[in-house]
């Protein structure tokens, strides 16, 4: 009985194996003769989607053959589908409320967020519980951290699971009459460094929960496209990508340093004569306030009785705007001027710091190259990118289907003169009513 059973499996292996290499031979053979039938045209009338169309069908015949069959489970059902988008819902509308302000505002509002968040962290933490028995870890290629957006979902359900339990822990803290608050109290005050008290600066950690609307898009929207179309996407696409990004991180760059080396630290400032540079108040300044060159360098002369001073001021005192003190400030100022919003306030502070040339030269180069030249060539990169999974989308929902009944409505077959395509209804004759009036009509 067991050697009959091998015996059959093996049959049935065979007879797999031979319909793949039928199909791609019948494929690579309608290839071949839409490739002749196109070079017998005229010499301006090929085909522009012929060889596309065969090709995409082959690839697409290829890479499912060996596709094993998808197991229906209770993690696929349109319940836990329903489920998983009304927690992402609530999940997004509770990161909207969830501010300082609003619970001010209303106070028991902190409540219906905390029921809120139990439900969905419930809906998540129930679904990755329940797809990881299903489907297992690390067994094989096909469980469930093997795929990269589940590993996505894991750590949003991992981050909404600790968003949940430090609002608890925050509400804890509030009640004074609780063991566990006097326990906080009591390490916060002896144990400082261990920081067990509430921060305010823990809640960055709910700064990551708007990202479940990357988990709810392909719940949303659904296609499919085969993996091989989507690997040749990213090969043409990333390169291009790659190189524009390359080029807009080298004029970056170049301009950050051209803008250390130019204008450096702008700290002359127009105030009053008795100023101490350590200590500036607002009414020691110039109204507004301006900014000033050295005699003999060329750039703004403060009136009288002002005078010009390098004032001793930290980046929150400027502003974090408009510096070239370092590399990152400088940076921060080529992509403020890249942007084209407020960067001829910094024009003009360069203006008044140095010769009035230098900041022409520097700015206007400045906008020729980034804001113009890089912006409009990344735009087209991407535009080209989206232009081309258009083409995908068009070709596997449009032209997939007349492309493979072409290809099997013919045969290939050796006659005397080589090799043919045959159709297999070549030789088949319809008695149909317009067969019959066609025979009259010849007569």
């Known amino acids: 009985m067991s050697e009959r059973k091998k015996s059959l499996i093996t049959t049935i292996n065979n007879q797999r194996k031979y319909s793949q290499v039928a199909k791609a031979a019948v494929l690579s053979s309608a290839m071949l003769a839409r490739k002749n039938s196109s070079s017998r045209g005229a010499p301006g009338s090929a085909a522009p989607f012929g060889a596309r169309e065969s090709i995409a069908a082959i690839s697409d015949m290829l890479s499912t053959q060996h596709k094993k069959p998808v197991r229906s489970s209770y993690v696929e059902s349109d319940r836990v589908e329903w489920a998983l988008k009304i927690a992402c819902t609530i999940s997004m509308i509770t990161v909207c409320l969830h501010t300082p302000r609003?619970?001010?505002?209303?106070?028991?509002?902190?409540?219906?967020?905390?029921?809120?968040?139990?439900?969905?962290?419930?809906?998540?933490?129930?679904?990755?519980?329940?797809?990881?028995?299903?489907?297992?870890?690390?067994?094989?290629?096909?469980?469930?951290?093997?795929?990269?957006?589940?590993?996505?979902?894991?750590?949003?359900?991992?981050?909404?699971?600790?968003s949940f339990l430090l609002h608890c822990y925050q509400l804890i803290g509030k009640l004074h009459f609780s063991e566990i608050s006097l326990i906080l109290l009591f390490s916060d005050k002896f144990f400082p460094f261990l920081h067990l008290n509430y921060r305010v600066w823990y809640g960055v950690i709910r700064s990551i929960r708007p990202f479940i609307i990357i988990r709810l898009i392909p719940l949303i929207v659904k296609f499919k496209l085969p993996k091989n179309r989507i690997e040749q996407l990213l090969k043409r696409s990333s390169q291009q990508v790659k190189n524009v990004t390359l080029f807009f991180v080298f004029f970056m760059t170049l301009y950050a340093i051209f803008g250390i080396q130019l204008f450096g630290r702008m700290d002359?400032?127009?105030?009053?004569?008795?100023?101490?540079?350590?200590?500036?108040?607002?009414?020691?300044?110039?109204?507004?306030?301006?900014?000033?060159?050295?005699?003999?360098?060329?750039?703004?002369?403060?009136?009288?009785?002002?005078?010009?001073?390098?004032?001793?001021?930290?980046?929150?005192?400027?502003?974090?705007?408009?510096?070239?003190?370092?590399?990152?400030?400088?940076?921060?100022?080529?992509?403020?001027?890249?942007?084209?919003?407020?960067?001829?306030?910094?024009?003009?502070?360069?203006?008044?710091?140095?010769?009035?040339?230098?900041?022409?030269?520097?700015?206007?180069?400045?906008?020729?190259?980034?804001?113009?030249?890089?912006?409009n060539v990344f735009i087209a990169v991407i535009t080209e990118t989206f232009a081309e999974i258009r083409v995908q989308f068009s070709e596997m929902w449009q032209k997939k289907e007349v492309t493979l009944d072409e290809g099997f409505r013919k045969k290939l077959e050796k006659t005397d003169d080589g090799w043919r395509l045959i159709r297999l209804d070549g030789e088949v004759e319809a008695e149909g009513p317009k067969q019959k009036l066609q025979w009259v009509s010849s007569l």
């Open 268 to 375: 002359y400032h127009c105030v009053q004569p008795k100023t101490d540079p350590n200590n500036v108040t607002i009414m020691d300044l110039a109204i507004p306030d301006t900014m000033c060159a050295p005699e003999g360098i060329g750039g703004y002369e403060c009136p009288n009785p002002m005078v010009c001073m390098q004032l001793n001021l930290n980046a929150k005192g400027e502003g974090f705007y408009g510096m070239f003190n370092d590399f990152g400030a400088s940076v921060f100022t080529v992509y403020l001027a890249a942007s084209e919003e407020g960067w001829v306030y910094v024009l003009y502070d360069c203006m008044d710091s140095l010769p009035s040339y230098l900041a022409f030269l520097y700015f206007c180069t400045l906008i020729f190259f980034l804001a113009w030249l890089v912006k």
């Open 102 to 162: 609003t619970i001010e505002l209303f106070p028991p509002l902190t409540y219906i967020i905390l029921a809120a968040d139990f439900i969905s962290v419930s809906v998540f933490m129930l679904d990755s519980v329940l797809r990881i028995h299903y489907e297992g870890i690390f067994r094989c290629d096909s469980s469930y951290l093997s795929n990269r957006w589940s590993q996505f979902s894991v750590f949003i359900s991992i981050i909404h699971l600790l």
